[in-house]
Each structure stands twice: as C-alpha cells, then as structure tokens.
C-alpha cells in the first residue's frame, strides 16, 4: 500500500505542476493550492462584503459544506472534465479512471 500512496502523491505533484503552468484553475479556488488558505477565502470574502456595505450595495452569501464532495461525484463526470478541461489524456488519464474503478 506504501507504494501506491507514493506513487499518488508523485501524481498530485505532476497534476499540479501541469495545472499551475497552464493556469487551468480560476482565481478564486482556494482549496489545495499553496499560498490560498482558508484564511485568506475568507479574509476576500469579508473585504468584498464590508465594501458592498460601504457602497451601500445588497450582497448574498451562500455557504455550502462540500467536506464529503468527491464522495458524490459522478467518476464518469470527472474523467470527462479531466479530459476537456485539464487535458489529461492516453495513459495518465487511464491511470485516474484505474484509481477511481475501486472507489465508491
């Protein structure tokens, strides 16, 4: 089992990589990226509402628990947006739909 947790991480390191380089997330994905806490989401968030408040503008705020959210995903969905969006093609995209095969 060691050897399949290294070779995960060595996966999330290159995914990483190849997203970081191609700008692939948006601006505001603050999960698993350095230097984008949790924090630092809310601190935005907070800036923006105090701004609104100031302008005397009406502001919404919609929080959502997403803690268990790849448990629900569709695994077909997944391979589909990794293909579009992150290019991910031939064998490591072969090596994610392996990976998630035994997942439920």
């Not at 100031?54 to 448990?71: I, M, P, Q, T, Y």
Request: some cysteine; aromatic content about 12%.
């Amino acid at each position: 089992m060691l050897c399949y947790e290294l070779v995960e991480r060595l996966v999330a390191k290159r995914f990483t990589s190849h997203v970081n380089l191609h700008t692939l997330l948006p601006a505001q994905q603050y999960a698993y990226r350095p230097f984008h806490s949790t924090e630092t989401a809310v601190f935005i968030v907070h800036n923006n509402l105090v701004r609104a408040v100031d302008d005397c503008r009406v502001s919404e705020l919609v929080l959502l628990d997403l803690s268990a959210a790849f448990d629900t995903v569709d695994h077909q969905v997944l391979l589909c947006v990794l293909f579009d969006r992150f290019s991910i093609i031939g064998t490591a995209l072969n090596w994610f739909e392996f990976c998630f095969s035994d997942r439920t």
